[in-house]
């Protein structure tokens, strides 16, 4: 009989998967999501190119954290080494998504990071969301799926960005991957990330000469949502 906290891991992973589908932020079966259970350090990620209609939560692919699978007749996804390698390397995440939705696929493929313009984006992540370098060919024939974990990791390091405060990475020429406590909030990112790509996208069409947000501002949003000094929302409400 296998540990409660990996079946409900299990259920978590495929619920998580499934809402992608429908936010409208995967078409047919791409796009992933895994959670992993720290303690033991096992994560559940989508089985590969498999119909949510077709599955049961009981499908879902247990796997180490050394890419050993351990539970599951099917295989886990094809990206399953890029989510290895974030949990490795971020060692405060307790959830991976990756999708190639429209709007943040888009400055994924224009090789744009996504600027701070407004509150929207404040409220979420403190900063402008990086786009990776274009990934080299020899990255490409090595490891493909671990290299792409390494090109985000590499784009945190160099710019010294903090992976609790962006919570999200574009890869040139790709698409995003997101990350938070559990699987269900790596989907939520994914979402939040997608509309705020889309006003982005919007917002610079109105007006190509945009400035980003004034850094009061964007403490402002960012820090009364998140830190120790939050106030926003209902446990700190007075
Ligand atoms: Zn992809």
Redesign the pocket.
């Given at each position: 009989m296998m540990d409660k906290k990996l079946l409900d891991l299990k259920k978590e992973v495929y619920f998580a998967n499934k809402r992608l589908v429908e936010e409208d932020l995967v078409i047919f079966t791409?796009g992933n999501v895994s959670g992993i259970d720290r303690q033991q350090g096992i994560i559940a990620i989508k089985p590969s190119g498999v119909d949510y209609d077709k599955i049961s939560w009981q499908d879902i692919v247990l796997v180490s954290l050394e890419g050993q699978v351990i539970d599951s007749s099917l295989k886990p996804s094809s990206?399953t080494k890029t989510h290895l390698k974030l949990y490795r390397e971020f060692p405060l995440i307790g959830g991976v998504a990756?999708t190639?939705s429209r709007y943040a696929s888009s400055f994924a493929q224009a090789k744009l990071s996504v600027k701070c313009l407004g509150t929207t984006h404040a409220d979420y992540f403190y900063g402008e969301i990086p786009c990776t370098e274009l990934i080299s060919d020899k990255a490409i024939e090595q490891d493909y799926e671990e290299e792409t974990g390494i090109l985000i990791v590499d784009t945190f390091n160099t710019t010294k960005l903090d992976y609790m405060q962006i919570k999200a990475c574009l890869v040139a020429g790709?698409?995003p991957f997101t990350w938070g406590s559990n699987a269900d909030d790596a989907g939520y990112m994914s979402k939040v990330l997608e509309e705020i790509a889309r006003q982005n996208f919007l917002t610079q069409l109105l007006n190509p000469d945009v400035e980003p947000l004034k850094k009061t501002l964007q403490n402002k949003h960012y820090f009364r949502k998140h830190g120790k000094d939050a106030y926003y929302g209902q446990d700190h409400q007075d």
């Open positions: 791409f990206d990756h190639h790709h698409g």
